[in-house]
């Protein structure tokens, strides 16, 4: 309503108080009455507004006026009137309106007319005779008794017809008091000496005088119309409680909103001028150059304020260089690592743009068909070769259909552990595929595969597998996604979704063509003569082909030869291969393929550019490794045994369980990582230090002693130098091949440390020097018992 009316929602809730109606806030809603009551007021405001600026003009009289003095009745209290009071009252005004109109504009012609007689008889013989009887005519004029009379008065032509309207009922209005002005001189009784008519008596208008009232005639409506805005404006900022504007002052309503933009602008210029843009684990002396003061101040303020004793070439983390900027007048804003190294980005122009496949990620529930969809698709086995029948590591692949269209599938693994793998496999699709057992319910994980798509605002196109089965119920299956959700086609919706049987191959067909389908609707296109860009799915190191790396390419065509960034690596592509092994020379939009050529392994999600040469590649990849080399050695501490652990816990503090996580893959890692982080509770705190791809290294060792952690390794071992330094340095390595394993032992471990019950007894050690293998009897151990305790030997090992 407020914008209705053209006020303020403030303006417009001070006119409903004053109405007896209460509103918290301009959300409240009105009911009809209410409504209106205030269509009712706002239209008696306009009115009275409009009244005072009637009577805009003042006219010369011909002779002396007697002035009738207005006597102002006593108005009776007025009372509401009804909505169809105030229609009726707005429809008399209009037709009064129009009436006056009609009227003025009958006026003017007549003046034109009566100007345009007199111009042609200027010079005629008879024109003293006119002007005289004319002077008669208007001497006897009677007393003015409404603004109407005096224009009745004016002189026109004897020729002039005469028009109904100037008999007419005067306005409705209150006559404003006219002044009395003094009258002229009486008019001459003898013969009048020949002058112009409009001077022919005292009181007669001249012409210049009537052409302005007639231009004022014609622009009255919009003068009225002026004057009514600055009325109602007048009023409203009186409502407001403020003083109205007087001509040729300054507003006092507030500033414009080209001064609040102004003023916005220049605050943010000031801000920006004290806002540094650093990274983690800059030096004192590159802080020092950032907020230009000396390095040595930096220094002297941090052992006086901080308590620090810092040198010019140490680096600082970023809490520390936060508490230095502030201290003098500059705001640290953190700035990723590789932000400062990143190479330009290219921009693709409109024609270079062609179609490219869609990259299509397979979600859903443990064994609920995933990876059987796949191989039907593929026309492979893959889940014989994985673990348990669960797929442990992301597969990528991409089928042709006859009709020469592809598609790039991600299989991600269903199983719970790996819920950081399903999410970033749905950052990199364009469309998910969630696959439901017909025979099952919706299960917590395909709830978290319909929240990471919703989340990366990527389609879903559902594939109710399993129907072959005599248990199968789709009907449910869909109304379980409704709850969630998920509306399908079927139920108004916008959601594809076909039932599937992955075994038998039942539907797959027709699952492709609405994948296509969904393709073609979000148009997905990418310029294949750019250097390539993509991101890192997987990444292991091969014995005998050094690091590889699985890289869904996004947008550009990846050569063999080129030069790459990759994380905090760099390299030069030695060879591709397809997800069937098949070496390839280029690598298009949306193709899956193995690189060779690592410098090191990089880890999943890292993004992959392609540059110009290796040395740019190298020189940025040096600055990242040392950049999260850095970052690692500030945030490792001080190097913590078992019993520490128990001291802490003893103390009434928090013990700290750190590990170092190493895999043959980035994705289980991570999973990992994620999983064992979950366990923390509150008096024990899992924190990972480290996660990487790879065998168990001396440098994992050195950073296990540094750190107080334990190395755990997944489908990976320590290599002899490895082993020689972590029982030198006393760190602990544990080993799995299954994760539920590793997770297991270690909130055994965690209740250890909560309480322990178990007291581990050494009962003597010896060194093996050699072993010798004898037929039907094994392997024989030779050692050298370097403590002499009470060592029995078992019938599992044999002593010399």
């Known amino acids: 309503m407020a914008a209705e009316f053209g006020i303020s929602s403030e303006q417009l809730m001070g006119m409903l108080k004053e109405l007896d109606i209460f509103v918290r806030s301009h959300l409240t809603p009105l009911k009809e009455e209410q409504v209106s009551l205030m269509r009712a ?8 507004l409009k009244e005072p600026a009637a009577p805009t003009t003042k006219r010369r009289r011909a002779v002396k006026v007697e002035v009738v003095p207005v006597v102002e009745e006593a108005r009776p209290k007025r009372r509401r009137r009804t909505a169809a009071e105030v229609a009726a009252a707005e429809a008399e005004a209009q037709a009064e309106a129009a009436r006056l109109a009609a009227e003025a504009d009958l006026k003017a012609q007549q003046v034109l007319e009566a100007e345009r007689v007199k111009e042609e008889e200027k ?19 009677a007393p003015v008794e409404s603004p109407f009379a005096e224009s009745a008065a004016e002189p026109v032509h004897a020729s002039a017809p005469s028009s109904p309207l100037l008999s007419a009922a005067p306005r409705p209005v209150i006559p404003t008091p006219v002044r009395p002005r003094p009258v002229a001189s009486a008019a001459p009784t003898g013969n009048v000496p020949p002058r112009p008519v409009a001077s022919a008596a005292p009181g007669a208008i ?17 003068v009225d119309q002026e004057v009514i805005a600055q009325n109602i404006s007048r009023t409203l900022t009186s409502m407001k409680g403020a003083p109205a504007r007087k001509s040729g002052t300054r507003r006092e309503e507030g500033p414009t909103f080209r001064e609040v933009q102004e003023e916005r602008r220049r605050e943010e210029q000031e801000r920006e001028k004290t806002r540094v843009r650093v990274t983690e684990f800059i030096t004192v002396s590159e802080l020092a150059n950032i907020l230009k003061v000396p390095p040595t101040q930096l220094v002297t303020f941090a052992f006086k304020e901080l308590g620090q ?18 201290a003098f007048g500059f705001q640290a804003v953190r700035e990723q690592d590789y932000a400062v190294a990143e190479p330009p980005a290219e921009t693709d122009k409109a024609e270079d743009l062609q179609p490219r496949p869609p990259v299509v990620t397979v979600m859903g529930h443990v064994d609920h068909g995933k990876t059987s969809l796949l191989d039907y698709v593929r026309k492979t086995d893959v889940a014989a070769g994985e673990a348990g029948g669960i797929t442990q590591h992301i597969g990528a692949y991409q089928v042709t259909r006859k ?9 991600t693994p269903g199983h719970e552990a790996f819920t950081a793998m399903r999410a970033r496999g749905a950052q990199v699709t364009d469309i998910v595929v969630l696959v439901v057992a017909a025979d099952d319910a919706i299960m917590p994980q395909t709830i978290e595969a319909i929240s990471h798509a919703k989340n990366a605002g990527v389609p879903l196109v559902v594939a109710i ?5 005599p248990s199968a119920n789709p009907q449910k299956v869909k109304q379980d996604l409704l709850a969630h959700g998920v ?12 039932a599937i049987s992955a075994k038998k191959g039942t539907n797959v067909e027709e699952l492709l063509d609405q994948i296509l389908l969904q393709a073609e609707l979000l148009d997905l296109k990418a310029n294949p003569a750019r250097r390539a860009q993509g991101t890192v799915l997987e990444a292991t190191l091969d014995p005998g082909k050094g690091a590889v790396a699985t890289i869904l390419v996004r947008t550009g065509t990846l050569h063999v030869g080129d030069a790459f960034i990759c994380g905090r690596f760099y390299g030069r592509v030695r060879a591709m291969y397809d997800e069937r092994g098949k070496p390839v020379d280029a690598a298009p939009p949306s193709a899956p393929v193995q690189v060779l050529g690592f410098e090191g392994v990089p880890e999943a999600g890292d993004s992959f550019l392609g540059m110009a040469d290796t040395n740019e590649a190298r020189d940025i990849a040096q600055k990242r490794q040392r950049l999260e080399r850095e970052a690692t050695l500030r945030r490792s501490g001080r190097a913590k045994t078992l019993e520490d652990f128990m001291a802490e816990r003893v103390e009434g503090g928090v013990a700290v369980l750190r590990l170092i996580i190493k895999a043959d893959q980035g994705g289980p890692a991570e999973a990992l990582a994620d999983a064992l982080a979950q366990l923390s509770t509150s008096e024990v705190k899992v924190e990972v230090v480290h996660r990487g791809v790879g065998a168990i290294t001396d440098s994992d060792v050195l950073l296990a002693k540094a750190s107080g952690a334990i190395i755990i390794g997944f489908h990976v071992r320590p290599d002899s130098n490895a082993r020689a330094s972590a029982d030198r340095e006393h760190v602990e390595i544990r080993t799995y091949r299954i994760i539920y394993e590793a997770v297991e032992e270690v909130r055994s471990a965690m209740a250890g440390l909560l309480a322990p019950e178990k007291k581990e007894v050494v009962l003597g050690e010896a060194e093996i020097r050699q072993t010798f293998k004898i037929a039907k ?13 009470s060592l029995e030997t078992g019938s599992g090992a044999k002593g010399a």
């Open 41 to 48: 007021r706002w239209e008696r405001e306009k009115r009275r």
């Open 465 to 469: 597998n399993k129907i072959d089965l």
């Open 777 to 789: 009897v094994g392997t024989i151990a030779g050692r050298i018992e370097e403590v002499a305790r």
């Open 206 to 222: 001249p012409l210049e005088e009537r052409r302005r009232d007639k231009k004022r005639k014609k622009g009255k409506k919009a």
């Open 309 to 326: 004793m810092v040198t010019i070439n140490q680096r600082l983390d970023f809490d520390m260089i936060e508490l230095i900027a502030s």
């Open 487 to 498: 509306v399908l086609e079927e139920f108004g919706g916008t959601t594809l979704s076909t």
């Open 123 to 141: 010079a005629a013989p008879s024109l003293e005779e006119r002007a005289a009887a004319l002077f008669k005519d208007l001497a006897p004029a």
């Open 403 to 411: 009709d020469g269209r592809a598609i790039t599938f991600l299989d």
